[in-house]
């Protein structure tokens, strides 16, 4: 029975191991592929930030972009079909976000992206601190994502974000949500180098503060008063309009803005590398 049990052991293992050397084969084929000429055009119209990249970076984004809709489901909800040009949208804006990183990572810990046809509502509920929370049974939903589970978008919301640059843009909310939760926790601080983190927390923590006491006050902000619910759901906000509106971004929120680019590996504004 032992020798049952190891032959089925290495086996399996034989198995395993076949089966990522295969799977970081395919992925090496599919990061190094071009994009047809109308998927470009596509991703140029959907997301402005892609037309200006680098042709380094843009390359990468390709890449990351064959692997995406290559190892991810898209599942319409309630009727929804989910058409080439949405995937196509969807897909551009998460990796967009991964343009920086040279690393093959590409939301591994996704595999299903969830499209309802519009805004959905839902129990849901708000921490207060010490433990207190209250509860809100009809709360209203435009996107959600899950630590290891999927990404949840409505298509209105998605459409919405096309209409206008002006700091909204669900995919980018959603799939910061993804990067932040990399660690395994939404806290609102993605993988960094360990230069990084101290200037990170310093900066991340003072804009947080600020977009708190501010959405207190009633004082209008910059950044959506949505961030100020939690640090995750600030860098969420934070990550819309660095990408959606660049300059504006710069020009509100230097400090936040160079610390972003540098976390990012790339600066939206000009399309170019951040070293």
């Given amino acids: 029975m032992i020798w049952y049990a190891l032959a089925?052991?290495?086996l399996f293992a034989a198995w395993w191991w076949n089966s990522r050397r295969e799977k970081a084969h395919r992925r090496r084929r599919l990061l190094e592929t071009p994009l047809p000429e109308n998927v470009q055009e596509t991703l140029c119209r959907t997301v402005p930030v892609y037309a200006r990249l680098s042709p380094g970076l843009r390359r990468r984004v390709d890449g990351k972009f064959n692997v995406f809709l290559a190892e991810k489901s898209f599942?319409?909800?309630?009727d929804?079909?989910?058409l080439d040009t949405l995937k196509w949208t969807i897909a551009g804006h998460a990796c967009l976000l991964l343009a920086g990183r040279s690393d093959d990572w590409v939301y591994d810990d996704l595999?299903?992206?969830?499209?309802?046809?519009?805004?959905?509502?839902?129990?849901?509920?708000?921490?207060?601190?010490d433990g207190l929370e209250i509860r809100e049974p009809w709360a209203a939903f435009d996107g959600e994502s899950w630590t290891r589970g999927p990404v949840i978008l409505s298509r209105g919301a998605i459409r919405r974000s096309l209409r206008e640059l002006d700091g909204y843009n669900v995919?980018?909310?959603?799939?910061a949500h993804q990067i932040d939760a990399e660690n395994g926790a939404m806290e609102g601080c993605p993988v960094l180098p360990a230069a990084m983190k101290e200037r990170w927390a310093r900066t991340m923590g003072s804009e947080y503060d600020r977009l708190v006491k501010d959405d207190e006050r009633g004082i209008e902000t910059f950044l959506d008063p949505y961030g100020a619910e939690h640090p995750s759901e600030f860098y969420a906000v934070a990550v819309e309009s660095f990408l959606e509106i660049p300059d504006k971004f710069r020009q509100e929120h230097p400090e936040l803005y160079r610390v972003l680019a540098e976390s990012f590996g790339f600066d939206p504004a000009t399309g170019s590398p951040v070293v």
């Fill in 8 to 10: 089925a052991a290495i």
């Fill in 75 to 78: 599942v319409g909800c309630k």
């Fill in 80 to 82: 929804v079909v989910v």
């Fill in 111 to 129: 595999s299903e992206v969830l499209v309802h046809p519009l805004t959905w509502r839902r129990e849901d509920s708000v921490s207060l601190g």
């Fill in 171 to 175: 995919v980018f909310h959603e799939f």
